[in-house]
């Protein structure tokens, strides 16, 4: 058995996307999707003393609204500077932030430099599971034959990769038809995101949606156990 999953790239991504990826043999970043504005390509919450904080990726999206993800460029090369620093001030006091703020500080260096969103997202993507311990092959969209049709795109991609199952998020139940990929011999499973534990959090009430970043600066060496090991 070989299971895959399937998702744009996001930027800093949630618990969630890594729970993903680890419980997935071969995980796909879907950067030939359309790139759609206010939303997880280019941006992601932390917490702060004052609520919960965006940090954007600034893009060159105007004018380009039918491009997909793999061709947005950023658009400030000064972004990634002003992301760190604000991370570095409101995650400052966490347990384990002076742990890891060298590595991420490192990857924020990198990210500085290049020009395509795909690129930045997948460095911290990369990254963030060597932190958390998650060996699953990442691989893209762009490596694979890419056909027309929802669902038949998808089904095309496991085939060639060579999958048995395919792991999907729960929102795509208004597209994802299970019975024309049963027929292609492929098995839908379906993530659950409502069952994990909660931590020590810094400022105010809980929220299980801001980046990853948040579990990893609180919880340290135990932060897989907080993202992907909590079902093992």
């Not at 380009?64 to 002003?82: C, L």
Request: include cysteine.
């Amino acid at each position: 058995m070989k299971r895959l999953a399937i998702s744009q790239s996001n930027y800093i991504p949630w618990k969630g996307y890594f729970d993903m990826i680890a419980r997935v043999d071969e995980f796909v970043l879907f950067d030939d999707m359309q790139f759609t504005r206010r939303d997880w390509r280019n941006r992601n919450q932390i917490k702060t003393a004052q609520g919960l904080h965006w940090l954007t990726i600034p893009v060159q999206s105007k004018g380009n609204y039918f491009e997909p993800i793999k061709n947005i460029r950023v658009s400030e090369p000064g972004w990634a500077a002003q992301h760190w620093k604000t991370i570095r001030l409101n995650y400052a006091k966490a347990p384990y932030f002076a742990d890891y703020a060298p590595q991420v500080e490192a990857w924020y260096e990198q990210a500085g430099k290049l020009e395509l969103l795909s690129a930045v997202n997948h460095l911290f993507i990369q990254g963030i599971c060597g932190v958390l311990g998650i060996e699953t092959k990442l691989s893209w969209s762009m490596d694979y034959q890419i056909v027309d049709g929802k669902n038949e795109r998808l089904i095309s991609i496991c085939q060639e990769a060579g999958a048995t199952n395919y792991l999907s998020g729960p929102a795509a139940k208004d597209y994802v038809d299970e019975p024309v990929f049963q027929q292609a011999g492929v098995q839908v499973e379906w993530m659950d995101y409502s069952r994990y534990p909660v931590y020590e959090q810094r400022h105010g009430e809980f929220a299980h949606g801001v980046s990853v970043l948040d579990v990893i600066f609180n919880c340290g060496p135990a932060a897989p156990d907080f993202v992907w090991r909590y079902q093992a």
